[in-house]
T-cell receptor, first 118, second 111 residues
């Protein structure tokens, strides 16, 4: 079974600075996807960034980038130029590539509460 | 493009009762998944529906059941509610397994 571990229950950062959230996972699969989701107080889970395991290049979405280390099973999220609106709970999640089927189960970590201070 | 809509937003039930939660999937999506998120925890996979059939299930007892309708909307039913069922229930729709879109959830409190 896959497991996802986020070892930082809480993080804080000053506005405009950079912060990195850590995530490790355990799997015996070779093809999978990794995600970072943001959950603000509105409760909706919002996709921040997605990484396909077969791609060596790290994914980037504007101020958000990842450091994907497949051999180490590590997937950290870097937020540059932090903004007050980035304050939220952040979840790392794993999805096994189900190939041609439609079955897919997201496995989430425990989450990291990020607070951006003015 | 409409998003995922869940109803109701909040619900209070008594232990032993039954509850039905509803989810309207995003336009163009054919797969619906349900997750249970206890306070301060990550979401846990309950089950997934595709073509109106359950095609995957997490470690939840049979009193958790669901339906998917021809328009891809879905229901989650929980019988014989227990205090530990108190949680945020999230619905996510997708086109197969590409691009999950989550709703804002239903906060269920069992007293």
């Amino acid at each position: 079974a896959q497991t996802v571990t986020q070892s930082q229950p809480e993080m804080s950062v000053q506005e405009a600075e950079t912060v990195t959230l850590s995530c490790t996972y355990d799997t015996s699969e070779n093809n999978y996807y990794l995600f970072w989701y943001k959950q603000p107080p509105s409760r909706q889970m919002i996709l921040v960034i997605r990484q396909e395991a077969y791609k060596q290049q790290n994914a980037t979405e504007n101020r958000f980038s990842v450091n994907f280390q497949k051999a180490a099973k590590s997937f950290s999220l870097k937020i540059s130029d932090s903004q007050l609106g980035d304050t939220a709970m952040y979840f790392c999640a794993f999805l096994q590539n189900a190939g041609g089927t439609s079955y897919g189960k997201l496995t989430f970590g425990q989450g990291t509460i990020l607070t951006v201070h003015p | 493009e409409t998003g995922v809509t869940q109803s109701p937003t909040h619900l209070i039930k008594t232990r032993g009762q039954q509850v039905t939660l509803r989810c309207s999937s995003q336009s163009g999506h054919n797969t619906v998944s349900w997750y249970q998120q206890a306070l301060g925890q990550g979401p846990q996979f309950i089950f997934q529906y595709y073509r109106e059939e359950e095609n995957g299930r997490g470690n939840f007892p049979p009193r958790f059941s669901g339906l998917q309708f021809p328009n891809y909307s879905s229901e989650l039913n929980v019988n014989a509610l227990e205090l530990d069922d108190s949680a945020l229930y999230l619905c996510a729709s997708s086109l197969h397994n590409y691009g999950y879109t989550f709703g804002s959830g239903t906060r269920l409190t069992v007293v």
